[in-house]
């Protein structure tokens, strides 16, 4: 599976932006997806995960009421909606799939995208 990641930009604090994450292949709607995020001078941290039908989703506690991840199986594309955006919130935003949850949240997971910068100014 390849993933593509867009939609990153610079936003203002307070902004939105969506994040996509198309994926190749047609083997999409078996694996979980998730999104990670790397800021400048920190580790690569988890952020959201999805299960495969978009019924099960998980949250970073500070991203929780701020972040929505959902999928489109029909698209083969995972998305990341990000209100309220905090300058904390900049960072370099991966995609990623996998076929277990808790390898998707630790990090281990078998397919990332090639990451999009988010950037939120004050």
């Known amino acids: 599976v390849q993933l593509q990641a867009s939609g990153g930009g610079l936003v203002q604090a307070g902004g939105s932006l969506r994040l996509s994450c198309a994926a190749s292949g047609r083997t999409f709607s078996m694996y979980v997806m998730g999104w990670f995020r790397q800021a400048p001078g920190k580790e690569r941290e988890f952020v959201a995960a999805?299960?495969?039908?978009?019924?099960?989703?998980y949250y970073t506690d500070s991203v929780k009421g701020r972040f929505t991840i959902s999928r489109d199986n029909a698209k083969n594309t995972v998305y990341l909606q990000m209100n309220s955006l905090k300058p904390e919130d900049t960072a370099v935003y991966y995609c990623?799939?996998?076929?277990?949850?808790?390898?998707?949240?630790?990090?281990?997971?078998?397919?990332w995208g090639q990451g999009t910068l988010v950037t939120v100014s004050s």
């Open positions: 999805i299960s495969q039908s978009g019924s099960s989703t």
């Open positions: 990623t799939g996998g076929t277990l949850i808790a390898r998707i949240r630790s990090g281990e997971s078998a397919y």
